[in-house]
Structure formats: C-alpha cells, structure tokens
C-alpha cells in the first residue's frame, strides 16, 4: 500500500493539475487519497505544505541522480547545468501542477512568502549536488541567484515541447554564461572549489 503522505501529494498534484490551485481545498485531497481530514493534517496542514513537500519531493530525486565522484575536467558550471536539467526532468511529468502552482504564486504573494525557505533550501541542495557552496553571505547570494535563474528558465521550459527539452538547454546555458560573470564577482576572494583538483596551498601573510 502506497505511504498516505506519498498518497497525498499524489492526489494534490493530481487535483490542481486538473482544477487550479485555488479551486483544491485540503478536503478534496483528503478524500482523493482515501485519508480522514485529520490525518491529512497531521501530515500537511496546508497546500503550502503540500507544495513544499513536491519540491523536496523533486530535490529528492535529482540529488539521487548525482554522481558520488566529479569529473575534475568539469568546471562548476558544467556540474551546475547537469544538476538543473536532472530538475527540469523530474518536473516534466508535473508541468500541468507546476503551472497551477505557479498562477497562485502570481495571485498570492504571500504563497511566495511561505515557500520562501523551501525554495532556498532546494536552490542550496542544487548548489551542494554541483560542488558549489552555498553557506555563508556568498552562499546566500549563490541561492537567490539560482531561484532567480530556475524562475526565468522555467519559463522556457513550461513552453518546451520537445523531446531532449533542447529549449530548456539553451537557455539554461546562456544563463548560466551570465551568471557566471556575476559569480566571479561574488568569488573574488573565495575560489569555488573543484571536487577533482586538491585545495591550493595557503599563501604566507603579505609583510
């Protein structure tokens, strides 16, 4: 028998793909996964809840993908773009959901509000998968600028019909050129470290 709290996302995701987010209450998911009321709340107490737990749901399976050993030829933009296609082929089966979800984000502002420390900690969770740090000031940087590049590409990517999602690929590309440049800046004194290279030495202090 399938986990109720798995039954539930399920039937979350089922419903608002079909009826919008808005029009969904925690009663009509209850009853789609065959669970009581109460025992849906003590697992989700809200459909923020319930879209909190698709994203950790979807960081799950990428991270799952991720190599335990590095390439050292890759560089971090090259293990940050794998990372985020693994994403995009995760969310492919949930584009119907994802759109719904994304209208009410549009019409709620304090959905957005609410979500706020899940999506940082998915963006964080696809900085660590490529070998980039995401603690600290920089790491916070690293993490907004991440959600804002996933927000623009999913764009492009709600409008992909085809088979390699090779729409997605550009453009995730071309953002990533850029937001290179903007993290060069936010490196210049801290090195992203490359899994396959060993650490420099640290310099003697100037005189």
């Known amino acids: 028998m399938m986990p109720a709290h798995q039954a539930a996302l399920d039937a979350f995701l089922g419903l608002i793909a079909e009826r919008g987010f808005a029009a ?3 009663r009509d998911v209850a009853q789609a996964a065959n669970l009581g009321l109460a025992d849906l709340y003590r697992l989700y107490p809200d459909k923020t809840a319930l879209v909190a737990a698709f994203v950790a749901r979807v960081d799950a399976e990428v991270l799952s993908g991720t190599p335990r050993q590095s390439d050292p030829e890759e560089t971090a933009r090259d293990r940050l773009f794998d990372t985020m296609m693994r994403r995009y082929d995760a969310l492919r089966p ?15 502002p304090l959905l957005m509000l609410g979500l706020g ?3 940082r900690r998915s963006m964080a969770a696809m900085l660590e998968a490529a070998g980039v740090p995401s603690d600290g000031f920089s790491g916070a940087l690293r993490q907004n600028g991440l959600l804002a590049l996933h927000y623009a590409v999913s764009r492009v990517f709600d409008q992909d019909e085809t088979g390699d999602l090779s729409k997605t690929m550009a453009a995730l590309d071309s953002r990533l050129k850029s937001a290179e440049k903007w993290s060069q800046f936010i490196d210049k004194y801290v090195e ?3 899994p396959g290279k060993a650490a420099p030495e640290p310099r003697s202090p100037a005189p």
């Open 24 to 26: 969904v209450t925690l």
């Open 94 to 108: 949930h584009r119907a959901a994802l759109r719904a979800i994304g209208g009410a984000f549009r019409r709620d």
């Open 117 to 119: 420390p899940a999506l």
């Open 192 to 194: 992203i470290p490359n």
